[in-house]
């Protein structure tokens, strides 16, 4: 409560309460002053008398004005903070009963869904059906649903590249620190650089050590999984995941320097933009020639064995190969707002 | 539905309602991970092993990277002279 | 109710989970717990799908032995959905982690009523 309390003088709602209550007490201060002030003994009395009278009760009036004027000042500073506080508190009850209630409302519809793995749930329909007894024989993957987005629904996972990708670009745009024209670093690049190395030590050796260890059985795990995505789980996002993971560790432990040796903005690009074009280009001939099981000339292969499900495996290269480099530039743009 | 199942189902609840309650953003974060290897679990036993790699390597690694790097980046890890971001 | 209720464990806990993330998402102040508390949604929502693809006694869709017959694999298409999902919930996230250390570039604190402020304080 009291760190709440703390937490609450230190905002600006509170400095500014503080402030406005010793304006309003000056002003008090004033108008008391103001009542009691003493004048000096007139010399014809009665005219000064009358005049006194009239000043007193227009200060009367001054003085009732003051206080109305000071309830007005009591009212707003009570909205400020107290009434503040009321609604806050007020919000975070409603805010609890909403999600109380919308709670409430979707358990029920979910006691009137089908049964959890019965297997007459709607869901299990035609469109299944067909993907699970046709699926091997059309794709030629035996990994159904890397036959199913990869080949079936291809299109949706081009969608959801071009999401990464772009995804990589705003990032790109809004941390991306650029140097001056003549190369040299501005002002904000080398806080963010000294800022980046605060707390790492620099070379570190076990880190170097166990990286030069761990980063290339990483890649060829990753290379694995994203190979072999259309026999077994995984595929192109997963791998390019664990590819990633693998880049991070190895700049992690080795810095930019290193790093940046065989990953530039060029690298990105150049990966992206091939990887993204050859899905489009792949798709679109598959489209063109081979839809609905017309002959596409593209052998699909024994089942099971590496090099089948036609174009399966190099489409998962291509995602594999954007969610890697999407997923380090994240990194190193958040780190350093750079390559 | 055995009782692991169960007990895993409670852990996922018990984790999100930690996330908010905890005071620290770096322990909130770490239980956000435990979250993501949770599912990735429960992803195994509900047969769907694509999502479970995907979890683990996306959810849980990569994902919590990006929080890790944001946290050092605002200067809420211990340690650090800022105590502003920490509330 | 109780009953269905907990025949339909996943999907409970799925709901549960979603109020929860639109609690936090609804009360806390700091901009990241509140896409903690997105993803949280994010993946309640997943759970759901996962859940309603799922078909006791029968295995994951991957071809073994050459079985295609329906009865021996679970639903495909929750699957291929939540791994879409998936990936743009981390691209999201990104964006949105990116937009936090600006924020905090400029305003120099976490807390959005603080941000509000200090950015109408600007405007005016």
């Known amino acids: ?339 | ?87 | 109710m109780w009953q269905l209720l907990y025949e339909n464990l996943e999907q409970t806990v799925a709901v549960i989970l979603f109020g929860i993330g639109f609690s936090i998402l609804l009360l806390q102040r700091n901009l990241i717990r509140k896409i903690i508390g997105l993803n949280i949604m994010d993946t309640a929502v997943y759970l759901f799908l996962a859940s309603m693809g799922y078909i006791s006694g029968r295995k994951a869709p991957i071809v073994v032995d050459g079985v295609t017959q329906t009865t021996a694999y679970i639903n495909p298409i929750p699957a291929g959905l939540v791994l879409t999902g998936i990936v743009v919930s981390v691209s999201f996230t990104g964006i949105m982690l990116a937009l936090t250390i600006r924020l905090y570039r400029r305003y120099h604190t976490l807390d959005i009523d603080e941000i509000a402020m200090l950015a109408r304080g600007e405007d005016a």
Not at chain 1, 48 to 64: D, G, K, P, Y
Not at chain 1, 149 to 166: H, K, N, P, Q
């Open chain 1, 1 to 339: 409560m009291s760190k709440r309390r703390s937490d609450w003088e230190s905002r600006p709602q509170a400095r500014f309460r503080k402030w406005y209550k010793e304006g309003f007490l000056a002003l008090d201060n004033e108008i008391i002053d103001h009542l009691t002030r003493t004048t000096e003994l007139p010399e014809n009395i009665e005219d000064r008398l009358i005049a006194q009278q009239e000043e007193m009760t227009s200060r009367q009036h001054e003085r009732t004005l003051a206080l109305e004027r000071l309830d007005q000042y009591n009212m707003l500073a009570w909205a400020r903070t107290r009434g503040r506080k009321a609604i806050s508190r007020l919000y975070v009850i409603l805010a609890l009963a909403l999600g109380a209630m919308m709670i409430f409302f979707l358990l029920e519809t979910v006691a009137l869904m089908p049964r959890f793995g019965d297997p007459a749930t709607p869901g299990a329909n035609i469109v299944s059906e067909r993907y699970i007894t046709k699926g091997l024989e059309e794709t030629g993957a035996t990994n159904i649903v890397a036959g199913m987005i990869l080949d079936y629904r291809a299109f949706d996972t081009l969608g959801e590249s071009t999401v990464l990708f772009i995804a990589a670009s705003a990032v790109l745009i809004l941390l991306r620190i650029d140097r001056n024209k003549d190369g040299s670093p501005v002002q904000e690049l080398i806080a963010a650089e000294s800022d980046d190395r605060h707390y790492e030590p620099r070379n570190d050796r076990i880190l170097q050590g166990s990286a030069m260890i761990l980063t290339p059985i990483i890649f060829l795990y990753g290379i694995y999984i994203i190979l072999n995505g259309h026999l077994s789980p995984g595929g192109g996002f997963s791998g390019g995941a664990i590819i990633s993971a693998g880049l991070i560790l190895y700049l992690d432990a080795f810095g930019f320097d290193k790093a940046g040796r065989f990953f530039t903005y060029k690298t990105f690009t150049w990966v992206s933009f091939f990887s993204l074009s050859f899905y489009a280009l792949a798709k679109a001939y598959s489209f063109y020639c081979g839809a609905n099981n017309l002959p596409s000339g593209i052998p699909l292969g024994t089942p099971g064995a590496i090099l089948s499900g036609g174009l399966i495996m190099p489409l998962n290269i291509a995602v594999g190969m954007v969610v890697a480099c999407t997923m380090y530039i994240f990194y190193a743009l958040f780190r350093k707002g750079g390559l």
């Open chain 2, 1 to 87: 539905m055995t009782f692991i199942h169960v007990a895993l189902l409670g852990m996922l609840i018990v984790c999100a309602l930690a996330v908010s309650l905890t005071r620290n953003l770096l322990t909130s974060l770490i239980v956000y991970m435990a979250y993501s290897l949770i599912m990735a679990v429960i992803w195994m036993f509900l047969e769907s092993p694509d999502l479970a790699i995907t979890e683990a390597a996306v959810g849980a690694g990569i994902t919590s990277v990006l929080f890790f790097v944001t946290l050092k980046k605002i200067h809420a890890i211990k340690g650090d002279s800022d105590e502003q971001a920490q509330k």
